[in-house]
């Protein structure tokens, strides 16, 4: 079956400008994760959803970061008035089920944001 | 605090020799860790994970909490093995925290 599928796979953004980035989680997982995975670094957390409740949100960087998963399915991950600092792959996973224990997680192929 | 140290940036190894790819973490508590690979144009995807005390495509982890540690090991290193490793913790909150990553680099 389809993996986790994130769009756009690129996103060239100028200073200031808002982005969308997309996240198809595998059909029926109820976890989904988002990263940020900046150049020569793992991923680093940014948030957690379980279901469309989003449990954990302790990892977004700034309140320019937001993210939704309205239905409980589809996921997008907001970032408001992009500086340089947020050129990363932004990376979403998602789990069969609940929190990080015993949930092998699957990785889409990642967006990557470059702000000029 | 959590946290995973990779202290290899880069390992390079002869085909056929062992390799063993160094994991430390700090967590106060019983944590799950994990080893996930991505290989060349590839997704990242998980390896093994200790709770599981498997083996994959060889490798092998063992968790040692007098350490901290969770070292990934292989004892014939095969060129398919190239690839960049990540070593994660998870505890009782929702995140996932990764190392830095090793790029192993399997010679002919």
Same mark, same amino acid.
């Given at each position: 079956? $389809?993996?986790?599928?994130?769009?756009?796979? !690129?996103?060239?953004?100028?200073?200031?400008?808002?982005?969308? &980035?997309? *996240?198809?989680?595998?059909?029926?997982?109820?976890? &989904?994760?988002? !990263?940020?995975?900046?150049?020569?670094?793992?991923?680093?957390?940014?948030?957690?959803?379980? %279901?469309?409740?989003?449990?954990?949100?302790?990892?977004?960087?700034?309140?320019?970061?937001?993210?939704?998963?309205?239905?409980?399915?589809?996921?997008? &991950?907001?970032?408001?008035?992009?500086?340089?600092?947020?050129? $990363?792959? !932004?990376? *979403?996973?998602?789990? &069969?089920?609940?929190?990080?224990?015993? %949930?092998?997680?699957?990785?889409?192929?990642?967006?990557?944001?470059?702000?000029? | 605090?959590?946290?995973? =140290?990779?202290?290899?940036?880069? #390992?390079?190894?002869?085909? +056929?020799?062992?390799?063993?790819?160094?994991?430390?973490?700090? /967590?106060? +508590?019983?944590?799950?860790?994990?080893? /996930?690979?991505? /290989?060349?144009?590839?997704?990242?995807? #998980?390896?093994?994970?200790?709770?599981?005390?498997?083996?994959?495509?060889?490798? =092998?982890?063992? #968790?040692?909490?007098?350490? =901290?540690?969770?070292?990934?090991?292989?004892?014939?290193?095969?060129?398919?093995?190239?690839?960049? /490793?990540?070593?994660?913790?998870?505890? #009782?909150?929702?995140?996932?925290?990764?190392?830095?990553? =090793?790029?192993?680099?399997?010679?002919?």
């Amino acid at each position: 079956g $389809a993996g986790v599928s994130q769009s756009p796979r !690129y996103k060239v953004a100028k200073r200031g400008q808002d982005v969308a &980035l997309r *996240c198809d989680p595998i059909s029926g997982h109820v976890s &989904l994760f988002w !990263y940020q995975q900046a150049l020569g670094q793992g991923p680093e957390f940014l948030t957690y959803f379980q %279901n469309e409740a989003q449990l954990d949100k302790s990892g977004l960087p700034s309140d320019r970061f937001f993210a939704e998963r309205p239905e409980g399915s589809v996921s997008t &991950l907001k970032i408001q008035r992009t500086q340089q600092e947020d050129s $990363a792959v !932004y990376l *979403c996973a998602s789990s &069969l089920g609940r929190g990080t224990a015993y %949930n092998e997680q699957f990785f889409g192929p990642g967006t990557r944001l470059t702000v000029l | 605090a959590q946290r995973v =140290t990779q202290p290899e940036k880069l #390992l390079s190894v002869f085909k +056929g020799a062992p390799v063993e790819l160094k994991c430390n973490y700090s /967590y106060s +508590g019983s944590p799950e860790l994990f080893w /996930y690979v991505q /290989y060349s144009r590839q997704r990242l995807q #998980l390896l093994l994970r200790h709770i599981s005390r498997e083996s994959i495509k060889g490798f =092998t982890a063992d #968790l040692n909490k007098g350490e =901290t540690s969770f070292h990934l090991k292989k004892p014939f290193a095969q060129e398919e093995d190239s690839a960049m /490793y990540y070593c994660a913790l998870s505890g #009782l909150s929702f995140k996932t925290i990764f190392g830095a990553g =090793t790029r192993l680099f399997v010679k002919a």
